[in-house]
């Protein structure tokens, strides 16, 4: 099976797939931390990139494709994949459909409200893991459980850039839902990292 998540810049995608990356044991492409892994390590697409993801604008649509489809022809996706950030445009979601087949779309609901509350207090780490200073910190203040690497503040987190990731969002990626009509399954983001989780297994028949 192949999955998609959608949802606002903030929502818990991040944060959910890779708990069901671990449960499914399958892999995954955020295309987000390939951008920014770009970007830290100053490739040509990462120096290509830069100024777009600081103002939240959306990387061209054929960009984005064949970063994230050469990526996906290194990967073993036999036992299937999950696309985190991808596709964020309809244009995207045509391009995709020609080389895998999408099963299901997690959609995870959240306000806007809500969703800067979220990406307020994100905290993240260069090895992918996402922390929150309220909702989920890490067990030493500024520093990644997983990997002990320093935490940062992203530098699309300005509420500028915030608020034209939101606006981008509702124009180009929203329509999604639509196009991929009942494929979708709706997750409501307000509750606790664990109960996300929870109902997300739940709603695919995954037990605990
Ligand atoms: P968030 O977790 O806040 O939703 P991501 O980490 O997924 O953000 O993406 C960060 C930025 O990377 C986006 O604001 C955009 O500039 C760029 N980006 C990521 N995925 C795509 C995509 N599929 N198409 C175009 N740009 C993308
Ligand atoms: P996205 O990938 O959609 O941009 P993230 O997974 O990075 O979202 O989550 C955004 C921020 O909110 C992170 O700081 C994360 O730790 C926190 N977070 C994620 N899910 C929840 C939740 N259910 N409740 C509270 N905070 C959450
Ligand atoms: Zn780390």
């Known amino acids: 099976m192949n999955y998609i998540f959608l949802g606002m810049p903030g929502s818990g995608k991040g944060t959910q797939v890779e708990l069901l990356v671990k449960k499914l044991n399958i892999p995954m492409i955020s295309t987000g931390n390939l951008f920014r892994k770009n970007i830290k390590n100053e490739t040509k697409l990462g120096l290509k990139v830069k100024d777009i993801l600081e103002k939240g604008d959306l990387v061209p649509d054929k960009v984005t494709f064949e970063m994230m489809s050469a990526e996906i022809k290194n990967m073993d996706i036999s036992q299937g994949l999950i696309l985190d950030g991808y596709p964020r445009s309809l244009r995207q979601a045509e ?114």
């Open 95 to 208: 391009l995709l459909k020609d080389i895998l087949n999408i099963d299901i779309i997690l959609n995870i609901e959240l306000s806007e409200d809500q969703v800067l509350l979220r990406i307020g207090g994100r905290r993240t780490c260069k090895c992918g893991e996402t922390y929150h200073l309220k909702f989920n910190p890490p067990q030493k203040e500024g520093v990644c459980d997983k990997c002990g690497q320093e935490l940062y503040i992203r530098d699309d987190a300005q509420e500028e850039t915030i608020k034209n990731r939101i606006k981008v969002y509702k124009e180009q990626t929203e329509p999604l839902i639509k196009y991929y009509g009942d494929k979708v399954i709706n997750i409501d983001g307000n509750p606790s990292i664990p109960e996300v989780t929870e109902e997300i297994f739940r709603k695919l028949g995954i037990s605990d």
